[in-house]
């Protein structure tokens, strides 16, 4: 098993930037899919980004070329960089673990989830 907690949510402005770590503790998190999701109010949960690990990473459309996924097998976290955030970045982000062996980002393929941390940007 896997346990997972983030934080390093918040509130910024329109463009500004944050990174959201997510701690591991159980299990080697080496050879595991992970990945980061995010879920607005009233709105279904998303697949933001998922990583094995280097050069096998996965992004939503929405995000490419502003997010960026990356994995501390050592210290067993996993690191989410946002740029150029925008107000639909907005949500509450979730970490999760273990997608069956597959690299995805349908949230009902992983089967370890932290409890979410807040993301608010402001226009």
């Known amino acids: 098993q896997v346990q997972l907690v983030e934080s390093g949510g918040g509130s910024v402005q329109a463009g500004g930037s944050l990174r959201l770590s997510c701690a591991a503790s159980?299990?080697?998190?080496?050879?595991?899919?992970m990945g980061w999701f995010r879920q607005a109010p009233g709105k279904e949960r998303e697949g933001v980004a998922a990583?094995?690990?280097?050069?096998?990473?996965l992004y939503a459309g929405s995000v490419k070329g502003r997010f960026t996924l990356s994995k501390d097998n050592a210290n067993q976290v996993l690191y989410l960089q946002m740029n150029i955030l925008k107000p639909e970045d907005s949500g509450m982000y979730y970490c999760?673990?273990?997608?069956?062996?597959?690299?995805?980002?349908?949230?009902?393929?992983?089967?370890?989830w932290g409890q979410g941390t807040q993301i608010t940007v402001s226009s």
């Open positions: 990583i094995l690990s280097v050069g096998r990473t």
């Open positions: 159980g299990n080697s998190i080496r050879n595991v899919y």
């Open positions: 999760a673990a273990d997608s069956r062996g597959f690299l995805s980002l349908h949230p009902s393929l992983y089967r370890y």
